[in-house]
């Protein structure tokens, strides 16, 4: 709606002939003067040259010397200028609804493009896509797939003899973090010494470990093995070494070990000392040293161990005579 509208349709409603008569006997008989024909209503009683009146955009103004107009003359007396101007409210409804429609539409879009996806089967291209070992992805016929392997079988013979051709790959070189060339084999050589020196260390603890007699047991056995090295595989019963090797076994039951076995100069392995007298046999088969008082400190479970295996071959035994006792 345009300004010459609103002000037409709130502010100047013409008022009948009736009306515009009595207006006019009154100011016939009290000498007030109503110009009804002043469209604008602003300029009463000024001069229609004064400059200080206000002036009204869209519309002109009718002349002050016509006393009376038809209805017809005083519509026309509007002129419009420009393209008349919709109503607001209309125009904001019609938006609205473009508005509406349009959000519908891309509602209604939506819905059915996500419908259509998820009814659709996924179809991806694989036409550059290569597993690891170089076959590509998808479907593919077996003389695709034989074709493929061959090629890759033919470029890996060319690059190893490409590289044989060339001497082969070339040492690897090590750096530290400062950048400076690792010898390898001089790292190499250290790494050996130090394991060397580990393994030594292990054996020295476990030697300390043992006992002396242990150590030197283990020391004579090493020192048979290499004079095993210079003997004959066959040994006979003349053989000197041998039998004087038998003699030196001592056995607590033979009673002629006296009469074989040379005696000894009462020294142990080890070549210490040791106690000649007499003393109660343990399971070692170890002479108490020189200096013992011959005092058994013991709780008795050498005596109790001797007792227990005599009597487990003594009831053996009886078995065995019982059942062959018939």
Known sequence: MSLADYLAKNYLTADSDKKSKKRKRKHKDG??????????GWNKGADEDDDDAPTIAGMTLSSKKSKKKSK??????????????PSHATQLAADEAAADAIIASAASDR????????EAPAVEDTEGVFMESGVR???????????VMKKK??????????????????????RD?????????????????KAEEEERKKLEKERAARGDVQNAEAARRKQQLQDAKGLTIVRYADD????????????????AAGFLRKKKAGRSITGKPLYQGAF???????????????????????????????????????????????
């Open 111 to 118: 819905k059915q493009d996500a419908e259509n996806e998820d």
């Open 240 to 255: 000197a070494e041998l039998n004087d090797e038998l003699k030196e076994q001592g056995r607590w039951n033979d009673p």
């Open 153 to 174: 079988q033919d470029e890996e013979t060319k690059k190893a003899a490409q590289v044989a051709k060339e001497g082969g790959a070339g040492e690897t070189i090590y």
């Open 72 to 85: 017809h003359a005083e519509d026309a007396a509007w002129k419009t200028v420009g393209v008349a101007a």
């Open 280 to 326: 109660q046999p343990n399971r070692y088969g170890i002479r108490p040293g020189h200096r013992w008082d011959g005092v058994d400190r013991g709780n008795g479970f050498e005596s109790e161990w001797f007792s227990s295996r005599n009597r487990k071959a003594n009831i053996e035994k009886l078995q065995y005579q019982w059942q062959t006792d018939e």
């Open 177 to 193: 973090a400062s950048g400076r060339i690792i010898n390898v084999a001089m790292k190499r050589a250290e790494a050996r010494k």
């Open 137 to 147: 992805a998808g479907l593919q016929t077996a003389e695709q797939l034989a074709a």
């Open 31 to 40: 000498g007030l003067k109503i110009d009804d024909d002043d469209i604008s």
